[in-house]
Each structure stands twice: as C-alpha cells, then as structure tokens.
C-alpha cells in the first residue's frame, strides 16, 4: 500500500482523549481542530516550567539522494519504538510547506507503518499556521509600500527595501517582479520579489520565539530596508506593524498536538526549510515536549551539516537546550548513489560503490562527534535490496568509526522495527556522555562565522563572496557580529555544487549574498546558485494528486 492508503486506514483516537491519557492534559487547555488535531494553550505550558526536563534525541541524515534517506520515517518509528519499550516519549517535527508537497519532495509526515496522521490534514492546510505566516509576512509588506505611498516620513529608499513578499508554493515566476504599475494610484513602481513561506523570517521568529512577548519583540525587530542619503535602517516597529503581525500569529504560536499511526504523541510545529532557514521545529513546542515527556525525539531538516548544524548552533544556542545524543539516518541505496551508482542501478549489490559512498556518512559522523562532541548511533533505514555483505560492510566501517550501526525496519514493521535502535539510544542518551559545544564563538567575526562551518564541516579550503556580498558583510558586522550565521547552499552536497557528491575536499564555498535575519536574530549567508523561491520540476506530484467524488485524496505519497 501507498503512504497514504496506510494512513487512511489508521484508527486514530480522539485528540481530547489522547492528551488526557497520554500526557495528563485535560481537555480545557486544548483548542480542538475537528477531532484528530488540537492546539495546545500558552499558558498551560507555561505552567510546566518546574517540570524536569526529559531527554532531547536528534534525528538527523547524510547528504540527500534520489534514493531517499527517510529522517522524519526514523524520528516517528524510534518515538513509537521507545513507548513500545516503555518510556514515556513525545516526538516533534516540523510542518510541511505546500510547495514542496505539489513538486517534487513529497511531505513530511513520515513513510509506511511509521507516519503521523492524519497525514492528508499534515501535509495541506493542517491548522493554517502557513496561512497565518503567510498573512502577517505579507501585511509588513503592504505596510511598507503604503507607507512609501502616503509620504514616506521615515524616508525609506525604494531601492533598499530588504523585505520580500511569500506564497506558500514553488513558482518561479514571482522570483523578481515588478510592482506597483499602474498609475500613481498603485503607489511607486520598484522591483519585488517572493519567497516561499518556508523562507520567510516570520516562519523562524515563530519557531525560536518561546512566548508570545518575545514573538511581538522580534517582529518589531525586524530589518525591512534604509533610509535615503544617510542608510539608516529602518524597522517594522518604525512601521508599528509588531502589533497587528502578533495578533495574526498569536494562535499559529501555540503546538499542533496529533499522533503516530501507534496512536503516541507528536508536536508538528512550524516548518523553515533548513537550506535556507534554520530547518527545526518550534522552541515552544520542543520546551513543552521535554516537560511533558522523559525523551523527546526531534529532527533537523537535510543532512547534519545543514539542519543539524543550525538546530545547535542556532536554536540551542538561542533556546538554552543541549541534546543528549543523535541518531544519523543513512540507506544503502543512498550510500551507494554517493558512490556514483545510477538510480536504476541501486538494487543491485554493489560493495566498491558502498565503500566510496561512504565519505559522505563518515564526514557527517565525525562532525557530530568530533565537531559537536556528541554521543552518535547511525540508523540504516532498511530496504528488502540490502544485502547482508552490505550490511557488514557498513557495520565494520562504522564501527571503525567508534559508533554503531542499528538496521531498522521500522518503515514495514512500524515502532516494532526500530526497538533495538530505542535501546542503543536509551543507552547512549543516558550515560551522560555527551560533551556538548558550539561549532564557533558567538562574537566571532561573521566571515570568520562562515569560514569555520565551510572548512570545518564542509571540508573546504576556504570561502569566497563577490563585491557586493563583501560589502554586505562589512556593513552587518558591526553590528550582528554576535549573531550565528545561516547558511543557505543546495542539501544535496557539502559543496555549491549539487551534483558534487560524497564528501568533497579542497573546494571553495562562494558566499552570493548576506541578509541580516534581525527579527530572528541569525546572519543567512546564500552560497551558490541557492534559490529561496523553489521552482516546481517538470513533472510535479501535483499531477498524481486528486480527490474523488467521496472527498477521498489520492495520489498524496
């Protein structure tokens, strides 16, 4: 059966009963959203604050394949495998972005017998949190152009308005445009453009804002351009738009509660893509869930050294939170791509490919290891092509390494799949082995920010920017030098160069542009050819999905 079929088939439990149950959370402090999903209140997670924290799992991957890795299948089969063992754990993931789901990355809900439902709700409009982010994104813009209209007292220069407009979608069209034709009644006519949602710095307020005060701060925070002549900048509470963006984002704010297909809990909560944001679901939700829980499971968007480089280096270190230890997700199928083995051609037993593919998943390690000082279990993401010479392969390589591989089949057999990687990570998460720390010193230079996650993760010899992203640099260190940097390059390689697979060495990391995240607090340093507006492939999934005449969704994974 397709994910979806799966899914459909799920006998999921009343929300209200699931929370009460499960978590103790009477039904009061939930906002339902029909019977499967809730909201959860602000203030009853603020009543949790004297609560002990439970354990904080990573999930994440090696570089991304056409051959696929299945990180969010792992985060959801190891979260049901650890309350099939008996400990009392929460899972927390991100949302996904609509785009992404009619193109070509499919959802995020999870695969097989290891999905969160209800998945059809999950992977579209779930509770109009993208909606709601979309809305206060987009009023900010309207602010500025109206403001420009009618005076413009605070001088903006149209030709220096850092704040884009957002859709929720891949269209390629609206990259760069044109606005404000028409006449003078239309206001000033000035290039625009749009990102996706997903991209949006409203998206990573929200997720690394812990309360509603903190929520309304940033957004009034918010760089939206400079002044003419003297290049002052200007910011949204110059505009006094903080109020009305908070109050379109005040329930967007508050966790989604929903469950495995084991019916166990999971926060599904904001949604930036970690290429080009900072990839981790809400602090709000990952806080509750370690008060609520003795192991809280969570992934980080791509590979290690995009989203799990960004959940440490920028929401722990903004969040106060220090992981025990991480899971990193691999397939056979994938390391052999990373080798140069063609899709077609993956099925086949291939141990010289494995071998050469394996870079890639020993870098990844030794940077969670030796570069975050934590404890790491690698997880083989199981497919029935696997050979047992593969395997061991990987197993000795592994342990060369001085971790472990777990097989899991948790895709087949859901949480009961993945209960011997539960009980390596139980293990590892318990010894209190990790010697946690950041990738770089929070007032360090930001060139100098860039330049140690590039040679230091990526295996470059150094970085580069062109005139323009130079100046960009100059102009923001002064004052964002204290800020952790976001790098936005392609997922799929360690280098710009997507089709660069493996663990490449000796390359340079070009830096095209710099944009001060200051609502966020964070530096996005776009490498490459990095697109924020995705595009839509030549054939996208949107072509497959439909819904019957009964309201029945197929096609959707």
């Known amino acids: 059966m397709s994910d979806i079929e799966i899914a459909q088939k799920a006998k999921m439990l009343p929300i209200i009963d699931l929370a009460k149950h499960r978590l103790g959370i009477a039904p009061e402090h939930l906002d339902p959203h029909g019977h499967y999903k809730a909201k959860l209140s602000l203030d009853y997670i603020d009543g949790l604050e004297d609560r002990p924290n439970g354990k904080l799992i990573l999930v994440t991957a090696i570089s991304p394949t056409p051959a696929g890795e299945g990180k969010t299948t792992t985060t959801v089969g190891l979260g049901d495998a650890l309350n099939r063992l008996g400990k009392k754990t929460m899972i927390c993931l991100r949302e996904p972005a609509l785009g992404p789901c009619f193109g070509v990355k499919g959802g995020a809900a999870g695969g097989g017998y290891a999905q969160v439902v209800p998945m059809e709700d999950i992977n579209l409009h779930f509770t109009g949190d993208f909606h709601a982010i979309g809305v206060a994104h987009n009023l900010l813009s309207a602010m500025i152009d109206n403001h420009i209209h009618h005076g413009n007292r605070l001088n903006l220069d149209p030709r220096q308005i850092a704040w884009k407009r957002v859709i929720d979608m891949n269209d390629r069209a609206l990259r760069d445009i044109v606005i404000g034709l028409g006449g003078t009644a239309n206001g000033f006519a000035r290039e625009d453009g749009f990102d996706i949602i997903a991209a949006s710095e409203v998206m990573a307020i929200l997720c690394l804002s812990s309360s509603l005060k903190e929520l309304k701060e940033r957004l009034g925070n918010i760089l939206v351009g400079y002044t003419r002549f003297d290049n002052k900048p200007v910011f949204a509470r110059d505009l006094n738009a903080q109020g009305a963006m908070a109050a379109l984002l005040k329930d967007a704010l508050r966790p989604n509660l929903v469950q495995t297909l084991e019916n166990n809990p999971v926060f599904v909560h904001g949604g930036p893509f970690a290429n080009i944001a900072h990839g981790c679901n809400s602090v709000v939700a990952t806080k509750a869930a370690l008060k609520l829980a003795d192991y809280v499971v969570t ?11 960004k959940f440490i280096d920028i929401k722990c270190r ?6 025990d230890g991480v899971v990193l997700v691999a397939t056979v199928r994938a390391l052999k791509s990373h080798g140069g083995v063609p899709v077609k051609e993956l099925q086949q037993e291939n141990l010289q490919a494995l071998e050469a593919g394996f870079v890639n998943l020993a870098r990844h390690l030794d940077n969670v290891q030796q570069r975050f000082g934590l404890p790491c279990v690698v997880a083989i993401n199981h497919f029935t092509s696997d050979t047992d010479a593969e395997i061991a392969l990987l197993k000795r390589k592994v342990e060369e390494k001085g971790s472990k591989v777990i097989v899991c089949r948790h895709w087949a057999e859901g949480g009961k799949g993945a209960e011997d990687l539960a009980r390596e990570v139980v293990g590892m ?16 230079p930001l060139w100098d920010k860039i330049k140690t996650i590039a040679t230091q ?30 790098i936005a390059k392609t997922q799929y390689s360690f280098s710009n160069d997507p089709n660069l697979k493996g663990a490449p060495s000796g390359h340079v990391l070009s830096i095209r542009e710099v944009r001060p995240s200051h609502g966020a607090e964070f530096v996005v340093a776009v490498c490459g050819s990095m697109m924020t507006m995705p595009g839509l492939p030549k054939v996208p999934a949107a072509e497959a999905i439909d819904v019957d005449d009964n309201g029945r969704i197929t096609g959707l994974f």
């Not at 990526?458 to 800020?483: N, P, V, W």
């Open 318 to 323: 903004k969040a106060g939170l220090r992981p």
């Open 299 to 309: 992934e980080a968007g791509f590979g290690a050294d995009l989203g799990a480089e």
């Open 457 to 486: 993760l990526y295996g470059a010899a150094d970085i580069t920017a062109d005139i323009k992203a130079r100046q960009q640099l100059e102009r923001l260190s002064e004052e964002y030098s204290h800020f952790p940097v976001c």
């Open 429 to 444: 998460a318990d010894a209190g082995q990790s010697d946690f720390s950041f990738l770089y010193e929070e007032r360090a």
